[in-house]
């Protein structure tokens, strides 16, 4: 009898850790999928502040012209007005987690330039967030413009 009762222990608290853990995984991609709506919300403001402190120092853009830079060029092109978004809609997101490091996919409808160029349309996105000092910062992010043919 006490090895069934050892058994129905373990097999509680295992159960109990696999529900813990689908709990935190689902209120980390509820939060990560908060931070890049609110880092769109910031891009179309303009906040530099948001945009600087959601930023690591070591961050890849690759806009959809093809253009590659960094976390410095992407806050003065916003700065200087070269970088102007009206709208920034991101939808159909998807995020896996992999420890502190996290991957978000998904489309966001843009409205504005980017480097002169107009962006209006729908793009895909890939974003690289890295859990630093216990806040995410995107460290990479690539676009793609999706076609209307």
């Known amino acids: 009898m006490t090895s069934k ?7 509680l608290v295992l159960s109990l850790a696999l529900l813990l853990g689908l709990a935190w995984a689902a209120n980390v991609e509820d939060e990560l999928k908060k931070l890049e709506t609110d880092r769109a919300a910031a891009v179309v403001k303009g906040d530099v502040a948001t945009l600087e402190k959601q930023t690591s120092d070591d961050y890849t853009l690759i806009n959809v012209n093809g253009q590659m830079s960094g976390k410095s060029q ?26 502190n490091t996290a991957v978000i996919t998904g489309k966001a409808t843009v409205k504005g330039t980017m480097a002169g160029k107009d962006v209006d349309g729908q793009i895909l996105f890939t974003r ?8 995410w910062q995107s460290v990479a992010f690539q676009q793609t413009r999706v076609g209307n043919d």
């Open 128 to 135: 690289v967030y890295v859990k630093k000092s216990g806040s």
């Open 74 to 99: 992407m806050v003065e092109a916003f700065k200087s007005g070269k970088t102007k978004l009206t709208s920034d809609e991101v939808s159909d997101m998807k995020v896996r987690v992999y420890g």
């Open 5 to 11: 009762r050892a058994a129905f222990v373990i097999a």
